[in-house]
T-cell receptor, first 116, second 116 residues
Framework: AQKVTQAQTEISVVEKEDVTLDCVYETRDTTYYLFWYKQPPSGELVFLIR??????QNEISGRYSWNFQKSTSSFNFTITASQVVDSAVYFC?????????????FGAGTRLFVKA | DAGVIQSPRHEVTEMGQEVTLRCKPI?????LFWYRQTMMRGLELLIY????????DSGMPEDRFSAKMPNASFSTLKIQPSEPRDSAVYFC??????????????FGPGTRLTVT
């Protein structure tokens, strides 16, 4: 069964702190994709990163980094030196191929507050 | 390039009225998704299309909901009759068929629906 768990409902940090958002997934497929999306207070969902199941390389983009570990079925997201603008809800998602298309499910989201 | 366009951005209607939400996907994207977001249930997939054909509508709550995609650049989600429990933010998203952008979804700004 497809499942995405974001155990952290809310996280509050002070600006410049590092913060890690956890994501654990379940799937029976060998080929799948993992994503992180950001939903700032304005409401739109913004795609941040995609990882496929064959690529366990960690990725760094500026202050953002992602740690994908198949052994623990985790795809964690770290923000280094957090800023107030990072305040948002962050969603982890899992996508699997299906006949005619693909199926994506989203985690419940982690709300991040970054205080000045 | 224009992103996913949704209209209206806000809709307030009375119970029993028909509501039509509209979406224009990103040009060249083959998949179109309709999601509903509420505090209680999070982000739920309602239906998605591949090349204008509905692939999975298992998330559509009940017969009051219907979605169409008459061509590659337009889709509607209709609720008739609307009920207060339909109040939510409805997102449309589109995704390319394959290649580097596979499975990534690009979301519109959403339509905030309030049914009184």
């Amino acid at each position: 069964a497809q499942k995405v768990t974001q155990a952290q409902t809310e996280i509050s940090v002070v600006e410049k702190e590092d913060v890690t958002l956890d994501c654990v997934y379940e799937t029976r497929d060998t080929t799948y994709y993992l994503f992180w999306y950001k939903q700032p207070p304005s409401g739109e969902l913004v795609f941040l990163i995609r990882r496929n199941s064959f690529d366990e390389q960690n990725e760094i983009s500026g202050r953002y980094s992602w740690n994908f570990q198949k052994s623990t079925s985790s795809f964690n997201f770290t923000i280094t030196a957090s800023q107030v603008v990072d305040s948002a809800v962050y969603f982890c998602a899992l996508s699997e191929q299906r006949t005619g298309g693909f199926k994506t499910i989203f985690g419940a989201g982690t709300r991040l507050f970054v205080k000045a | 390039d224009a992103g996913v366009i949704q209209s209206p951005r806000h809709e307030v209607t009375e119970m029993g009225q028909e509501v039509t939400l509209r979406c224009k996907p990103i040009s060249g994207h083959d998949y179109l998704f309709w999601y509903r977001q509420t505090m209680m249930r999070g982000l739920e997939l309602l239906i998605y299309f591949n090349n204008n054909v509905p692939i999975d509508d298992s998330g559509m709550p009940e017969d009051r909901f219907s979605a169409k995609m008459p061509n590659a650049s337009f889709s509607t989600l209709k609720i008739q009759p609307s009920e207060p429990r339909d109040s939510a933010v409805y997102f449309c998203a589109s995704s390319p068929l394959k290649g580097q952008g596979s499975h990534e979804q690009y979301f519109g700004p959403g339509t905030r629906l309030t049914v009184t």
